[in-house]
């Protein structure tokens, strides 16, 4: 492929991730907005749905946010008994969050709407594609890691 053509897919590439990722984090906030929780606060329950309990300043570094700006989420999270903080177990001067059921049916319950609204995006895609798109995708993603 030429280097013109090239530097054009990369360009093209750049911008559709970028509008993509526009569409799906405005149609996440519409979903979100029949739950009583925040986009950050989304964010931060999926943290803990990913990767299990965390301490705070892990949580901060996930989210690219100030530790007191986490600790502020995490109260706020906590009153709508989505979180608890728990003492660690091997380490009393830890404190760490842990996601409740309640914050758990939450997640399930927005991913599964993200995912019937992207499974319907695709639906004129082929069979063939999608595997081809999650594929790339994916690697994409491996190689950004």
């Given at each position: 492929?030429?280097?013109?053509?090239?530097?054009?897919?990369?360009?093209?590439?750049e911008k559709d991730l970028?509008?993509?990722?526009?569409?799906?984090?405005?149609?996440?906030?519409?979903?979100?907005?029949?739950?009583?929780?925040?986009?950050?606060?989304?964010?931060?329950?999926?943290?803990?749905?990913?990767?299990?309990?965390?301490?705070?300043?892990?949580?901060?570094?996930?989210?690219?946010?100030?530790f007191s700006t986490t600790?502020?989420?995490?109260?706020?999270?906590?009153?709508?008994?989505?979180?608890?903080?728990?003492?660690?177990?091997?380490?009393?001067?830890?404190?760490?969050?842990?996601?409740?059921?309640?914050?758990?049916?939450?997640?399930?319950?927005?991913?599964?709407?993200?995912?019937?609204?992207?499974?319907?995006?695709?639906?004129?895609?082929?069979?063939?594609?999608?595997?081809?798109?999650?594929?790339?995708?994916?690697?994409?993603?491996?190689?950004?890691?």
């Open positions: 492929m030429p280097q013109d053509d090239l530097t054009a897919s990369i360009d093209a590439i970028r509008h993509i990722a526009g569409i799906i984090k405005q149609k996440g906030r519409e979903i979100l907005s029949n739950y009583t929780i925040t986009p950050p606060q989304f964010i931060a329950l999926q943290w803990l749905d990913e990767l299990g309990d965390m301490t705070i300043g892990e949580l901060s570094n996930k989210m690219y946010l100030a600790t502020d989420l995490i109260d706020r999270m906590e009153q709508k008994d989505l979180v608890i903080r728990e003492r660690d177990t091997k380490d009393r001067r830890v404190v760490r969050v842990q996601l409740l059921e309640k914050g758990e049916k939450i997640i399930k319950e927005v991913v599964e709407q993200r995912q019937r609204y992207l499974k319907d995006v695709v639906d004129d895609f082929g069979h063939e594609d999608i595997l081809a798109l999650s594929k790339y995708l994916s690697k994409m993603h491996q190689e950004m890691k």
